[in-house]
């Protein structure tokens, strides 16, 4: 069964909070969905996942985007089809037999003493920069620049940055209205 999401245009017909809803909706799928992985051989991984709780998360093993909005999807694994203006995605029945999804939970870091928050009304490059702070520019680890960029929403008008400590290889965690991303960091020597 293939579902079709579109961001809502105004309309005298349907209700500002169903509106408002859908669009969460709308945006939430898309965001997660760049988190999936296209690598094959972790197949699982390769689906967008719904929890059982109606979380809506991803992740390809260095990133992590988990949304929490309102929805009826059933749980289970969902292939996306299509991104973008239009959603498209796939409930996959045998995917049942695949193994389970990690347990996404897990790798959420704590929320950190070394809290910053920011406001991406300035240049999103201080996010790059706040994390290439704590990880060391060349240092050996670095904190790809693309998932960090990912990890924040279009549709956000504010998130907050945590930092789990000043260790060098730290994930990056941040928390918006959307959901949470997780950014791990990845050494390079």
Known sequence: MIGELTKPKKNAAMKTEERERRGRLFHAVNWVAKATSTDETRRVLTFLFIAENKDIVATDGQRLHL??????????????????????IDRQEDAIGIVPYPDYTKVIPEMSPDTHAISPTGNQSYLFNL????????????????????AVPNAARKYVVHISGTDAVSA??????????????????
Not at 67 to 76: L, Q, T
Not at 131 to 150: F, I, T
Not at 173 to 189: C, Q
């Open 67 to 88: 949304a929490r909005v309102d929805h009826s999807f059933e749980p289970g694994f969902y292939r996306v089809l299509k991104t973008g203006p239009t959603v498209w």
């Open 131 to 150: 994390c290439v702070g704590v990880h060391g520019a060349g240092g050996g680890v670095v904190v790809n620049s693309d998932y960090l960029s990912d």
């Open 172 to 189: 990056v965690r941040i928390d918006h209205a959307l959901g949470t991303a997780v950014v791990m960091p990845m050494r390079t020597n």
